[in-house]
């Protein structure tokens, strides 16, 4: 069962990716398109170092803002596309060329974008 999610924390969590580098992070709101998530945040890493980096850093962060993920990935090696499945928002760590490949804002184009 997904955990309501504050749009405050949704922006934290923004701010804090972008804060170790996530590169042109973004925010949509997609809660009125679909009934399994009303977030989407999305960040570009620069190499799988920073992929793991983030990400392990991530997991306490999300832990200690009062969220889970639903799937702890072990593996990030040579990964170009990590999703974090906390319930009410999705966080997609993608590399520059994944990100470039599936181009989500463009498939969900009519979420709004939430500034942070």
């Excluded at 989407?40 to 889970?68: A, C, E, M, P």
């Excluded at 969900?108 to 939430?114: D, E, R």
């Amino acid at each position: 069962m997904a955990v309501s999610v504050d749009e405050e924390i949704v922006k934290k969590i923004a701010s804090f990716i972008r804060e170790h580098n996530g590169q042109n992070t973004i925010v949509l709101d997609i809660s009125e398109l679909n009934s399994w998530t009303d977030y989407f945040i999305v960040s570009t890493v620069t190499s799988s170092g920073h992929l793991r980096g983030l990400l392990n850093q991530l997991y306490d962060f999300i832990w200690k803002s009062g969220l889970d993920t639903q799937c702890r990935h072990k593996k990030t090696e040579d990964e170009k596309w990590i999703l974090l499945d906390c319930g009410n928002v999705i966080i997609h760590l993608m590399s520059e060329e994944a990100r470039e490949f599936y181009n989500l804002e463009k498939l969900w184009f009519n979420g709004k974008p939430v500034s942070f």
